[in-house]
């Protein structure tokens, strides 16, 4: 019976337990897709990823969560990335290939940066629901959004959600009863990213990003590589001073404290990145 190594990282993390945990699989060759979406659904983790050797990259990247495959996704490049670097040696520059692209990864130390896979100016495209019931939806009021939300895509899209103050950011509670009005994805998720500028901190965001569960409900994930870069993609599409660097702050409201760094050059190039810890290795038998 074949045996898989993996490890257990915590991505954005400024503490041992703090951060986005991921589980990584040093070697998926040999694993079909069907045991891929299986070991996901078993570690249970918001995405697992599986390595395998690559033509284009210093490795082919699969990103699973329990329910479906993912193009893909922030934190997991960037504790795959850590891993990478140390199977094949590749030092801080390194390329992985997923199905949304090519992306680069550098690092300083455990500090791992992303090029989001966009280029030009984002995608975007309006809400499609009035403000004030898509403000109802997240438990807030028409006043506390800052501008009308906006599908943004840098890689993944997401509809991001601006407020006028980091009280409404923590003020936002879904309401899961009415799921079945709020608005999908191209590939049909449910998600909303919540966020605000904190005036008290000039460069810091507060934010906090929802989704909806498979068989029903919504969870809260406590850092949103993705949702960053499309936060940089938000600051292209409504006209930001750039070149900028924020640092954002998400997953207080679920004990898994994350500090993600965003930076945004004058060209348009999105750049997410943060600290990866890793905490275990193990081994599967199938």
């Given at each position: 019976m074949p045996t898989y190594a993996f490890r257990l990282l915590n991505v954005f993390a400024e503490s041992t337990f703090g951060g986005n945990p991921l589980c990584v699989f040093e070697d998926a060759r040999g694993m079909d897709e069907a045991t891929m979406?299986?070991?996901a659904l078993q570690f249970n983790l918001s995405e697992t990823t599986f390595i395998l050797p690559s033509d284009n990259a210093s490795a082919r990247v699969r990103i699973f969560t329990p329910g479906y495959e993912m193009r893909f996704a922030g934190h997991p490049t960037l504790g795959t990335a850590h891993v990478v670097r140390?199977?094949?040696?590749?030092?801080?520059?390194?390329?992985?290939?997923?199905?949304?692209?090519?992306?680069?990864?550098?690092?300083?130390?455990?500090?791992?940066?992303?090029?989001?896979?966009?280029?030009?100016?984002?995608?975007?495209a309006p809400a499609g629901l009035p403000d004030a019931e898509l403000a109802s939806l997240l438990g807030l009021q028409e006043s506390d959004?800052?501008?009308?939300?906006?599908?943004?895509?840098?890689?993944?899209?997401?509809?991001?959600?601006?407020?006028?103050?980091?009280d409404a950011v923590r003020r936002a509670n879904p309401d899961s009863a009415r799921l079945d009005i709020w608005p999908q994805s191209s590939l049909g998720r449910k998600t909303a990213y919540v966020f605000a500028f904190d005036p008290g901190q000039p460069g810091r965001v507060l934010s906090r990003y929802f989704f909806t569960k498979q068989g029903g409900g919504v969870a809260e994930d406590p850092g949103t590589g993705s949702a960053c870069a499309n936060l940089g993609g938000w600051l292209l599409a409504t006209g930001r001073a750039l070149p900028a660097e924020y640092l954002i702050d998400q997953g207080e409201a679920v004990g898994r404290p994350?500090?993600?760094?965003?930076?945004?050059?004058?060209?348009?190039?999105?750049?997410?990145?943060?600290?990866?810890?890793?905490?275990?290795?193990?081994?599967?038998?199938?």
């Open positions: 979406q299986a070991l140390e199977l094949a040696g590749t030092g801080d520059t390194l390329t992985l290939e997923f199905l949304a692209g090519v992306v680069p990864v550098t690092a300083q130390d455990d500090v791992w940066t992303f090029t989001a896979p966009h280029s030009g100016m984002p995608k975007t959004l800052l501008v009308s939300p906006l599908w943004v895509d840098t890689g993944a899209d997401q509809l991001l959600v601006a407020v006028n103050s980091t994350c500090r993600l760094r965003l930076s945004v050059g004058a060209g348009g190039a999105i750049r997410v990145g943060g600290r990866v810890l890793e905490i275990g290795r193990g081994t599967v038998t199938l």
